[in-house]
């Protein structure tokens, strides 16, 4: 058995960034992670020759001010993303080039449609209380409805209607019709606003950590050392009145408290005694993933470029439904993303490897030219089938659960305290709100130690 003041389970941005800051305030820690691997939900990949490819999240853009604060303490610069030359929107087979974020290039009444509804949503997500958007004055109406249903009520433009609810509903790798109003617009509302949730340049995907995501998380578990332990998944977490005990198959860790920094799709695989407090354990089962592939077709150099293209598209029903360029800070090789979530990817999943292959590659050469049908490397990262995800980038909440549920997202329950990003009031769902939740959580575990040493009681223990 191995004895440790606190035990973290996961050793995604969350987990690393609670034993990050734990050692770094003198207490001895264990990471049990479950992968093969660090990194959770991001994944960076370097190849031989150098060049790097992230799998999972890559994306930084302003306001994320605790990924860049982290970048900063282990010296990782960053690139803004590539968005010279046109954008590409393919709506019923027929292309429509643009710059900026609204497509003025489609018929002016689409385009003023999608200006609307940007605007409206804009104007919803800014009442919304970012630490309990449960007691919004809107919530119990907003989490009875889909935005499915908000989307056939506010768009009257069909080319509108299929690019919005590709765009909105990407975020939750899933139908439109399973993702509760309320939450879409408290996600939108922690990123602040769907501006920034749904843009490039001076938004959610306005830069990238040079070397990618794994030049951060990397030098983070040099730095915590000998405490991790890989290929763990943890089986069973039993709290009593003096500490924690934690198991995986080959593991036993003894700590006074345990933080759980996986995702909530997958949280309620570990088995708890006693029992979680009957709104915790519902919101396991209530907070499902959805489907995501991630490919990268990579190319001797980004073509698209001399042809006056950015490499960002967007194409609702097709196998490639996003596209955005992904290359390096070097701009060597080209690298082309392509993003397909919720109902398609599912779809596409059900594919052999060569016929998705084909399909995703007859879509970039429609789009990109002939040339695209030829990569030098392609690499495909299937999230919905990762075991220790759960699914796609997020989990989201459906109809009535974040009014039910919502209070029980950060609450600890006795000595097991919960990060991750979704339970981010800021930044939720990015790696950013990971990395805020471990610097949280690792914060609360100290409070209740220094409340305790005092002679005082932790509130809930």
């Not at 020759?49 to 930084?60: E, P, Q």
């Not at 433009?157 to 139908?175: Q, R, V």
């Not at 999230?383 to 989201?396: D, I, P, Q, V």
Request: proline residues 5%; contains cysteine.
């Amino acid at each position: 058995m191995t004895d440790v003041d606190y035990c973290v389970v996961g050793g995604g941005f969350a987990g690393l960034t609670a034993a990050l800051r734990l050692k770094q305030a003198g207490r001895s820690v264990a990471v049990l992670e479950a992968r093969d691997r660090l990194g959770g939900r991001t994944f960076t990949e370097v190849r031989e020759d150098g060049s790097w490819i992230d799998r999972g999240g890559a994306w930084i853009g302003p306001g994320q001010d605790r990924i860049y604060a982290l970048m900063n303490e282990f010296g990782v610069p960053s690139y803004k993303q590539y968005t010279d030359g046109e954008a590409m929107m393919v709506v019923d087979g027929k292309q429509y080039r643009y710059t900026g974020t609204i497509p003025w290039t489609m018929s002016p009444w689409a385009a003023l449609n999608l200006g609307a509804v940007f605007l409206e949503l804009g104007r919803m997500s800014k009442s919304i209380p970012l630490e309990a958007p449960w007691t919004a004055k809107n919530a119990d109406k907003w989490d009875q409805i889909t935005l499915a249903h908000w989307l056939d009520s506010n768009t009257l433009s069909k080319p509108a209607h299929e690019l919005l609810e590709t765009a909105i509903a990407g975020c939750y790798t899933s139908a439109a019709a399973e993702v509760s109003l309320l939450f879409v617009l408290y996600q939108m509302a922690s990123g602040g606003g769907p501006s920034f949730v749904l843009g490039v340049k001076d938004a959610a995907e306005d830069a990238r950590p040079v070397g990618g995501m794994g030049a951060i998380y990397r030098p983070m578990a040099a730095e915590i050392g000998d405490s991790i332990q890989l290929s763990q998944p943890v089986r069973d977490i039993h709290q009593d009145a003096d500490g924690v005990t934690v198991r995986s198959d080959k593991l036993t860790v003894r700590a006074r408290r345990v933080i759980v920094a996986v995702p909530l799709a997958i949280a309620s695989q570990i088995r708890y005694e006693p029992m979680l407090p009957v709104d915790r354990s519902f919101l396991h089962q209530r907070m499902p993933s959805g489907a995501i592939f991630k490919i990268a077709a990579l190319y001797d150099e980004p073509f698209w470029r001399r042809d006056g293209l950015s490499g960002q598209s967007a194409a609702p029903g097709s196998p490639a439904t996003v596209t955005i360029d992904a290359c390096t800070d070097t701009g060597r090789p080209g690298v082309m993303c392509v993003i397909t979530e919720g109902p398609i990817a599912r779809q596409i999943g059900q594919l052999d490897e060569a016929e998705r292959r084909a399909a995703i590659l007859d879509a970039l050469a429609e789009r990109f030219g002939d040339k695209a049908r030829s990569p030098v490397d392609y690499i495909e990262q299937n999230w919905s089938a990762e075991r220790y995800s759960g699914g796609g980038m997020l989990s989201h909440a459906p109809t009535g659960v974040l009014t039910q549920f919502g209070h029980a997202l950060r609450e600890p329950c006795g000595r097991i305290h919960w990060a991750g990003t979704e339970s981010s009031a800021v930044m939720c769902g990015w790696v950013d709100g990971a990395i805020r939740s471990g610097e949280r959580v690792a914060s609360e575990v100290l409070e209740h130690e220094t409340v305790t040493a005092l002679g005082g009681r932790p509130a809930h223990l």
